[in-house]
């Protein structure tokens, strides 16, 4: 991953003289850690990666993971506690004046330690940086989005089969990711959302005890994450025929898809396309009810940070920038559709990675 | 959640006028947000919990969220983009002079924002307080935990018709955690650990395309997560009959697990526990290949802060402390061995939450 250590130390001003990615505990990750290592493995809870403008980097490891991560080319130091950690973390920060954090992805504890390990250095915040070269995608990167959306689509032609009356949210959940994973997946990319009738309007519902009813909208909101990064398609089904108001809605937002899918290419700016889909859909009948932006940076994460089709992402879409696309209305007490898919930004419009086919599916 | 938020106000000795608990992006989540809120749905990105004294909260959610938050008992504030967000953080911390602060599970740039939008006001950091009154369960929570543990206790006992040779890692990992979703968790707790053959000698391996063969050991250390809270075992397989050494390695970790069984109540110390277990490894053949600690808190994280069995943790157990329990013996190259299971800490010893039976099963 030397290209992308240079890059990041290519893209600062002010240039630190090493750049400390800190990870912590689970529920505090910093997904650059796995960025800069590319390793596919392991957790790393509380490792560091001490990265150098060589290109060189130096892999804090406890001896929990340290056969895991003799498995990339770094030159590892194994702690055994936080002593341990503390004095080979200033072997390899050896005479830095100034490094390099990722303000976003450290805790402020993380931080304070820092300061009082390193109390004449000046810590330099590179979130910024960081986040901008991870929403330029290189060939690898794409690759393994393509294989985490491949996946998602096959399991979105096996969905059909899997629903039927009665049946439980968390059960078609289940099912969803039993596929996922059978396919080779990692994991899921995400808590996958499967929500019945009315609690199809509420676009961050995840799964509950509700059953499928006869003329329920199902919405199934899910990816898969391969080597560490992730699809995120929805797709819309029905069980029954669809009424007007149900068909009206789902045409809708599919007309608005289709609208962002053409309006797309690079140089232009992510709040104009989420403002031409909400000017569309705020023309119908549906006007106030597409609630939250039209899409967002994918890859490392599921909302990879730095650019987003949403009202206030006054940056320009480039080439290999991976976004999603996923217009829709929720209408509370009824219900909602969304139609989410993949795209690769192109020069001249945009590459759907996403290729499963979109229609409004009766599944009784 | 009341009496939660009376309890860390109460343990506070420094009283700050109110608590702001910032929860962040999907990779930066602030499980005390869920904690204190309840909220058992909801991914809640970028929202804050302002807590004050007499109990009472302020919830400030997307748009996007609003319908989820509407289940609980808060104030609910409705935010549409940041200056609208701000505009409402201020006017619930009013005229607070000391704001408290998880320094834990904050970014450094949520810091810096808040310096800047309260610049007249000291921020305390709670991150012990928190730690401290979530290592004691209350009962609401140990028996989500313990349905969490029957989930997973469900689970084992279905492994062994579930392994053929020549199957890849993460098709057992799939099917794992197929069964965990099927008896209606949430999801699995963690990464589920399904490793085969040398693998299992890696602690923190999660799972590849390595197919079993026959000899092989077989790995599985997965949980259940159920309405958010965890439960985490493991147990040991093999394709066919133990060789001698196979058999000792599991007998050994075995008697280490009973031995802190027996050891663990009210009153020791985690590292104490620690010591016991390390020690009787040490004195037989295996000396130096136990790892890691015995054990960590256990609930809504997967490795809940502020008391462990660790050589480090000096903190004395208390009744009504959630612990895992997890011997291990790693030998590189050859194979590990690891049990693990879920214990609540009593005045005078343990009642097992995890109850699956822990021998070695051939499963050919």
């Not at 290519?10 to 750049?19: L, M, Q, R």
């Not at 590892?76 to 503390?86: F, G, P, R, S």
């Not at 039927?164 to 289940?174: N, V």
């Not at 919405?219 to 994450?225: E, I, K, N």
């Amino acid at each position: 991953m030397e290209h992308r250590i240079k890059n990041i130390f290519n893209s600062i001003k002010t240039k630190p003289d090493i750049i400390i990615i800190k990870n912590s505990g689970e529920s505090i990750v910093d997904n650059n850690f796995f960025y800069f290592t590319g390793l596919e493995k392991g957790l790393f809870e509380g490792c560091s990666a001490i990265l150098f403008p060589d290109g060189k980097m130096d892999l804090l490891v406890s001896e929990l993971e340290s056969e895991t991560a003799s498995k990339i080319n770094a030159n590892i130091k194994i702690y055994k506690n936080k002593d341990d950690y503390n004095t080979l973390l200033k072997a390899s920060t050896n005479s830095a004046k100034k490094i390099g954090l990722n303000f976003n992805g450290i805790t402020y504890r993380n931080v304070l330690n820092f300061y009082e390990l390193f109390p004449n250095t000046d810590f330099i915040d590179i979130s910024n940086n960081i986040s901008k070269i991870r929403t330029i995608k290189d060939n690898y990167e794409i690759d393994l989005i393509k294989k985490a959306a491949s996946i998602s689509d096959h399991v979105k032609e096996k969905i059909p089969n899997l629903i039927h009356e009665g049946m439980h949210e968390y059960e078609l959940a289940a099912e969803i990711n039993y596929l996922i994973q059978k396919k080779g997946a990692d994991k899921e990319a995400f808590d996958t959302i499967s929500s019945f009738g009315k609690n199809t309007a509420e676009p961050h519902y995840s799964h509950g005890e509700t059953n499928l009813k006869y003329g329920d909208f199902i919405l199934c909101d899910f990816g898969a994450r391969y080597k560490r990064y992730n699809s995120d398609i929805t797709r819309i089904f029905i069980l029954g025929k669809p009424n007007e108001k149900q068909k009206a809605m789902h045409e809708k937002v599919l007309e608005a898809q289709k609208l962002a899918f053409d309006y797309i290419k690079q140089g232009v700016k992510g709040c104009d396309v989420h403002k031409e889909v909400e000017s569309f859909i705020n023309k119908s009948e549906f006007k106030g009810l597409f609630i939250h932006s039209t899409g967002h940076s994918l890859g490392l994460e599921v909302h990879d940070g730095g650019v987003s089709l949403g009202p206030e992402s006054n940056i320009m879409l480039e080439e290999n920038m991976v976004l999603t696309v996923e217009p829709g209305i929720y209408i509370p007490g009824f219900g909602g559709v969304r139609i989410e898919d993949n795209i690769l930004v192109k020069k001249d419009g945009v590459e759907l990675l996403s290729k499963s086919s979109r229609e409004l599916i009766d599944v009784s």
